[in-house]
């Protein structure tokens, strides 16, 4: 199944775009004003850009690779159980992480009032949790540092 413009008000409800388990493989649009977002799955690899709106977004479940640019507003994510290799900046509001059973071989910046972490399953080169969120943020600039210096 494929969502378009011309047949996406059959899954809005509200300011909610809910298309769970329908076998969908493309998205090709999302409106603005959309503020939650449920695709868990489904057989989608890719998403559309995602509008300012959007405070959840489930995605988990599916086949993507790689995740489009986040909105600042965005709450919680959940995209565990995709071939995900990393993660696109997340937004400082963000409480909610779920990244766990992907490919990511590392995490971006994570905010520091997360509230849920989960990101295990993965290729990770050492074990994230809420208790080291600073030390790994920490590490994150180092790296970034010594890119620049180091050229």
């Known amino acids: 199944m494929h969502i378009t413009k011309e047949n996406i008000h059959k899954f809005i409800k509200d300011k909610k ?17 959309i503020t939650d977002i449920e695709c868990w799955n489904n057989e989608l690899t890719s998403l559309p850009l ?10 988990s479940g599916n086949k993507l690779t790689k995740l489009p640019i986040l909105p600042e507003n965005l709450e919680h ?3 565990y159980d995709n071939k995900l290799t990393e993660l696109p900046k997340l937004p400082d509001v963000l409480r909610s992480l779920e990244c766990d059973e992907n490919e990511l071989t590392s995490l971006p910046k994570l905010p ?3 509230i849920h ?3 295990s399953h993965n290729n990770l080169p050492y ?3 809420l208790d080291n969120i ?3 943020n920490s590490l994150l ?8 210096i180091c050229v």
């Open 112 to 114: 520091e009032f997360l």
């Open 50 to 59: 995602l509008p300012d709106s959007l405070m959840y977004l489930d995605c």
């Open 117 to 119: 972490l989960y990101c």
């Open 17 to 33: 775009l809910l298309f769970y388990n329908k076998g969908v493989t493309k998205i090709d649009y999302i409106p603005e004003g």
């Open 141 to 148: 600039k180092r790296k970034q540092i010594l890119n620049r």
């Open 77 to 79: 994510l959940n995209c």
């Open 127 to 129: 074990e994230i949790t």
């Open 134 to 136: 600073k030390e790994h």
